[in-house]
């Protein structure tokens, strides 16, 4: 490498060894120069990696690079029983660096740009997930014409590609063959007889650079607490005369059987690539709109459009800890709690059912979160909450009876 940093400008693309991590998930390189260290900061990279990064942003003292392939793989890196995806780069580093990691580049951001230098003193505790792999209880997947081949990088057109858009991409995806880890194992190895059966239609994936096409999006909610599961198909009006629903719905009652919730098809002509159901006509072709999981001993009703955190098991740690630290601060005895921007309401339903003689306020602005709780809150016997769909920034000046409470 060249002795000084003005080698370098903006789309050059450099190798470098990965030696630190940053808040964010960046590595950390360094290189040496007459005026001292170069700081080259590698999205998504490990500790101990040699990789191929491209400068994004260059700046007098650092640089700020994207991450285009990994040269070596750390010695810290395992093997995992898993496909590899681009989204996915922290897999193969074992939990216990991954939380050191996070939990010390967080606690830098403190002492750095906080000007915290005690932050060890008022630090409590780190909640991990309780579950490392196959945690989440929501995925989208994607459908391109346009391929990105994992064995050889290369990128292939007038294919049919479903699964994960390459990471900072757009317009080309990966075909997920197998489980990933991070969602339902059992689902994800059916990915793929999905992905055969619906090019078996005749009907193209979609082309996201040119806006042409039929297929645009699978997404799929799980319910841990049930072991089923919520679908809807995404795709675009284009040939729809020529797309058999019924035939699509027999397949799939007959490869997810009784897991199988609910099946919904929506019909999305935005030229914007988002999978969201009021972009577009949506039907129910099987089952019901919606499943039920659970927090913390209460059932929650999540439909396909729903707010809900993505870990549920992690979120129960995070309530609990939340409950934890009102009780310990505050008598909440006759109290009025609100919880703004509550969505469908879990947090404070779960503590309106755990915190004695409160009484909470729950507001949002989307009207069917708000129908959603309410019905929630009636389906776990949760009298002492009320919820109001409304702006949250106007709620006093349309609510004054709550003002100062």
């Known amino acids: 490498m060249p002795a000084k940093s003005t080698f370098m400008k903006r789309g050059d693309q450099i190798e470098v060894i990965i030696t630190d991590y940053a808040f964010g998930g960046k590595g950390i390189a360094r290189h040496e120069t007459e005026n001292g260290n170069y700081i080259i900061f590698v999205e998504n990279t490990i500790p101990g990696q040699k990789v191929l990064a491209r400068i994004a942003k260059k700046r007098k003292k650092y640089a700020e690079c994207k991450l285009v392939k990994v040269l070596e793989r750390s010695s810290e890196e395992v093997n995992v029983d898993y496909q590899p995806i681009s989204g996915a780069p922290f897999i193969t580093l074992p939990i216990e660096l991954q939380h050191k990691y996070k939990l010390e580049s967080t606690l830098e951001q403190y002492r750095r740009i906080g000007d915290i230098r005690n932050i060890d003193d008022y630090f409590d505790t780190y909640l991990d997930s309780p579950e490392i792999f196959n945690y989440r209880n929501k995925m989208e997947y994607s459908f391109s014409t346009i391929r990105q081949d994992l064995t050889t990088g290369e990128e292939l057109d007038d294919q049919f590609a479903m699964g994960f858009k390459t990471r900072g991409t757009w317009w080309k995806v990966e075909n997920l063959d197998a489980p990933d880890g991070l969602f339902d194992a059992e689902f994800e190895a059916q990915l793929k007889p999905i992905r055969e059966y619906l090019e078996s239609t005749g009907l193209p994936a979609w082309h996201p650079p040119k806006k042409v096409g039929f297929f645009r999006h699978l997404v ?106 009102a009780q310990d601060s505050f008598d909440l005895k006759d109290q009025l709690l609100m919880d703004l921007f509550c969505g469908t309401g879990t947090i404070g339903q779960i503590m309106a059912n755990q915190i004695e003689g409160i009484k909470v306020i729950g507001v949002d602005i989307v009207p069917e979160a708000i129908e959603d709780a309410k019905r929630n809150a009636e389906r776990n016997g949760i009298e002492n909450l009320d919820f109001y769909a409304a702006d949250v920034g106007k709620f006093l000046r349309e609510y004054p009876d709550f003002e100062n409470k």
Do not use: C
């Open 220 to 325: 799929v909610r799980k319910s841990f607490d049930l072991n089923k599961l919520l679908i809807n198909l995404v795709t675009s009006s284009q040939g729809i005369e020529d797309f058999d629903r019924d035939a699509f719905k027999n397949f799939m009652v007959n490869l997810l059987g009784e897991r199988l919730a609910g099946l919904q098809h929506t019909v999305n002509d935005d030229v914007a690539d988002r999978a969201k159901i009021e972009n577009g006509e949506n039907g129910l072709l099987y089952g019901k709109p919606v499943v039920l999981e659970k927090l913390l001993d209460l059932q929650f009703e999540i439909s396909m459009e729903s707010f809900f955190q993505t870990n549920p098991k992690s979120a129960e740690r995070l309530y609990s800890k939340a409950i934890e630290y």
